[in-house]
């Protein structure tokens, strides 16, 4: 039975994590806010003044995805864009007097999805759980990345099928 438990442990993280940014995205939405709005803007928070080539790597969008989102932004009055000195075909991203509203909202709602979350675990439970999962963290963050032969069906030579995968 625990073996059981331990082989699905992948599903497990991921519908977590799903369920999770499922709940946090109906509480952001009574605000007309998306997720990639939130995860941009506390971004910039802590990276006043990076490029939009280095903050669509940071929140993993497509450049044109951003692009975007910071036009809403933009409009919003929550970003402003400006001429990196290095480069003035480059643009540098700021945050505006008006996004600290917004993202104290945003870091209120993560509490709240947080506290629903974590609901019946101690504090000490919550903080071992925080640890282990930044080892695992760490863990992934640390591998190489597989040679590209690696869909090799357990090195018989034979490629796995998408199915088998």
């Known amino acids: 039975m625990a073996a059981d438990r331990f082989r699905q442990l992948g599903f497990l993280l991921k519908d977590v994590s799903r369920r999770y940014t499922r709940r946090f995205e109906e509480r952001a939405h009574r605000f007309a806010l998306t997720l990639p709005q939130c995860r941009v803007l506390i971004l910039l928070q802590s990276n006043q003044g990076v490029s939009q080539k280095r903050l669509a790597e940071l929140a993993e969008l497509d450049p044109m995805t951003?692009?975007?989102?910071?036009?809403?932004?933009?409009a919003d009055g929550w970003v402003q864009r400006r001429f990196d000195p290095a480069d003035r075909r480059a643009h540098t991203m700021w945050l505006?007097?008006?996004a600290e509203t917004v993202l104290e909202q945003i870091w209120r709602l993560i509490g709240e999805t947080r506290t629903e979350m974590l609901q019946g675990l101690s504090g000490e439970e919550c903080a071992q759980l925080v640890a282990l999962i930044e080892r695992v963290h760490a863990n992934l963050s640390a591998l190489p990345p597989l040679p590209a032969d690696s869909a090799d069906d357990a090195g018989n030579g034979r490629k796995a099928t998408r199915s088998e995968r």
């Open 66 to 74: 951003l692009v975007r989102i910071l036009d809403r932004m933009e």
């Open 96 to 98: 505006t007097v008006a």
